[in-house]
């Protein structure tokens, strides 16, 4: 979605934005022109880091400094975007969109630490298509009769969705509320996991459980291990629980 043409009813179904985010991402826009990178959208009232790291994947900015804003690179993953641009001596702006050139890259010279096979592997496909829509048609769920607004949802319910956004912290899922919820990396598996792209793939039909729902803030905690129980502390070893 271009965040400089935009309506505030479309950036209000973004994930990580409500309505009074949306409308405050307007006003910053009417008020001091086009936004020029995907990172100054910091700068908008209210916007902090954490929703920004949720939203940022779905909002481009299609004539930017940056050509990375107009693709479907999420912005933590610029950084290996430009380490790939620099190994191959390419332009990342020649880069992207080449298929025929990406798919003959081996995505295990890239990998690291920090970003894994899968997610190199995802990169490099997003960089195939920089002009798709970050939300495609995915497969379809069956929504749960009933369940349309934040207020239906009860932390215990077992409920089927489709994955709309995976991260390096997780990935989020459309339940039919109209706001994406989080299944946090380490309630995406039984067993342990390094990187979310190994337990789910954008457009996967998921079945998750409602942990969580925090109607003020517009977040819904999600988990894929049907044996969690709400208020249960996950320890932070990415999928070990205590005592695990």
Known sequence: MDVNTASVALLARISGLN????????????ENGAFKTRAALKKVSRLGEKTFEQAAGFLRV?????????????PEAYPLVQRIAAETDRDIRSLIGDAS???????????DETFGLP???DILQELEKPGRDPRPEFKTAAFQDGVEDLKDLQPGMILEGVVTNVTNFGAFVDIG?????????????EKFIKDPREAVK?????????????IPRKR????MRMSDTP?????????ARPGS
Do not use: C, W, Y
Request: cysteine-free.
């Open 177 to 189: 509320v109209h706001q994406d919820g989080l299944v946090h990396i380490s309630a995406l598996s």
């Open 19 to 30: 309505t009074t985010l949306a409308q405050n991402i307007v006003a910053h826009r009417d």
């Open 231 to 239: 208020g249960e502390k996950i320890d932070g070893a990415r999928g």
């Open 119 to 121: 997610t190199v592997t």
């Open 62 to 74: 299609m004539t930017g400094d940056n050509p990375l804003d107009s693709s479907a690179v999420h």
């Open 220 to 223: 819904v905690g999600l988990s």
């Open 202 to 214: 954008a457009g996967d039909v998921v079945k998750v459980k409602v942990m969580e729902v925090d």
């Open 101 to 111: 050139f990406l798919k003959r890259l081996d995505p295990k010279k890239f990998t």
